[in-house]
């Protein structure tokens, strides 16, 4: 049974059953089977629902979040006390219109904000699970949706929708539950990880594993956090979400707080000063555990592989409609990954439109102002409705 929660007061320590959002709990007689070959179980999901269902449930609309998101995509957070990622896109008369649509969006499985992960209770233990918790995968994540959307009483979703990881999850969605997806936005993803994105992981992720508190994992019971190491790895990934001329334009050369060069190493260029700042936030709402599982979660991504390497397959049995959406400027996820999506889709006669949106502000775009995404986003799922009868 889900129950909603207060927010919590200001200034006090955050207990995760606290968060304001929903809980779905599923026992020990709901395991969810995951593709490592391990069940888990039992499994909370922490989820966020904005809007009103009607009555014959069919204007529910999936959000999927990146790597680093979470569930309050357009509430503000109960941690840093910001916006929700994605409160331009998710409200009343936006993007994704609330006053239509009934919205939901999950903490990832392996994420850090409710949803069940590495720093989840092993109720074998009673202790954090640490690396103890299985390694999950993108198709895992969303089979853990799709039992929230049960949970829900939702046979089949109006939308699903996502940037970069949460692309990913739309596409697994599209390949693994096509009768329940009435429509699809996949954004600034790809069908699989590159070989490039993977070895920016492994940076991260080395950094998390060389801090002296990480404790191979078991930090929680050492009373401690590997802050440093998971500061650098948010650093690093930083960089991949911006572009080069995003970076040229905010920061190029300038100095921080200074006329002239120290000749030392602290931060003398406002570029190094952002990032530091980027680093040292982000440790405080999110678990080092969930950043080295989330990442190889992403890392394992190929949805061909499991149609005998054929996309096309993947999407085989997909009847519906899709809008395919990148980035000029996203060398993380280039256009030409995004195209490869489509020629996939074109290959099996799918329904599917794309639309390549000029930006000089990277990856990150799908967070951004966007008027032409959000035009995109509008007039696509406007379809999809009107197609409903909604």
């Known amino acids: ?33 995951l593709d490592c070959g391990l069940k888990l179980k039992p499994l ?3 989820y966020e629902t904005v809007g009103t269902l009607n009555a014959d449930k069919s204007n529910a609309i999936l959000i999927c979040h990146a790597l680093t998101g979470d569930q309050f995509v357009a509430s503000t957070h109960p941690i840093t006390g910001k916006g929700g990622w994605w409160e331009m896109v998710v409200g009343p008369g ?15 499985l392996g994420g850090c904000m409710g949803t069940t992960g590495p720093a ?9 699970y640490g690396l103890k918790f299985p390694v999950i995968t993108v198709s895992d994540m969303v089979r853990a949706q799709a039992m929230l959307v049960d949970h829900l009483g939702i046979e089949s979703l109006l939308c699903v929708t996502g940037g970069s990881m949460g692309g990913m999850q ?18 600034a993803a790809a069908a699989k990880h590159s070989a490039q994105n993977i070895a920016f992981h492994e940076v991260g992720r080395q950094a998390i594993m060389a801090d002296p508190e990480w404790h191979g994992g078991d930090y929680a019971r050492h009373q401690t956090s590997p802050s440093a190491g998971l500061a650098v ?65 992403m890392d394992y991504f190929d949805l061909a592989a499991d149609f005998g390497e054929n996309l096309g397959a993947a999407f085989q049995a997909a009847d519906s409609r899709v809008c395919v959406v990148s980035f000029t400027s996203d060398w993380l996820f280039p256009t030409s990954e995004n195209r490869d999506v489509v020629r996939a889709l074109n290959a099996v006669a799918a329904n599917v439109s794309f639309v390549e949106i000029e930006s000089d502000k990277g990856h990150d775009s799908f967070l951004l102002d966007m008027p032409e995404m959000f035009d995109v986003m509008t007039g696509f799922i406007d379809a999809a409705a009107n197609r409903c009868g909604l």
């Open 44 to 46: 909370t999901i922490a």
């Open 94 to 108: 936006k993007p994704i219109d609330t006053d239509r649509f009934f919205v939901i969006c999950s903490n990832v």
């Open 233 to 297: 790895a948010r650093m690093a990934a930083h960089i991949t979400y911006l572009s080069e001329a995003a970076l040229h334009t905010k920061f190029g050369r300038n100095l921080q707080d200074r006329e002239q060069l120290t000749y030392g190493f602290d931060a003398d260029f406002q570029i190094e000063s952002y990032l530091r700042y980027q680093g040292s936030t982000f440790v405080d709402r999110f678990d080092a555990n969930a950043y080295l599982y989330l990442t190889r979660a």
């Open 170 to 187: 739309v596409l697994e969605w599209l390949a693994k539950y096509p009768e329940r997806v009435h429509s699809a936005i996949p954004i």
């Open 120 to 128: 989840s209770i092993n109720p074998e233990t009673g202790e954090p």
């Open 1 to 33: 049974m889900s129950t909603a929660r207060k927010k919590p007061e200001p200034g006090t320590e955050i207990n995760l059953d606290d968060l304001p959002c929903n809980f779905a709990r599923f026992g020990k007689d709901q395991p969810l089977e």
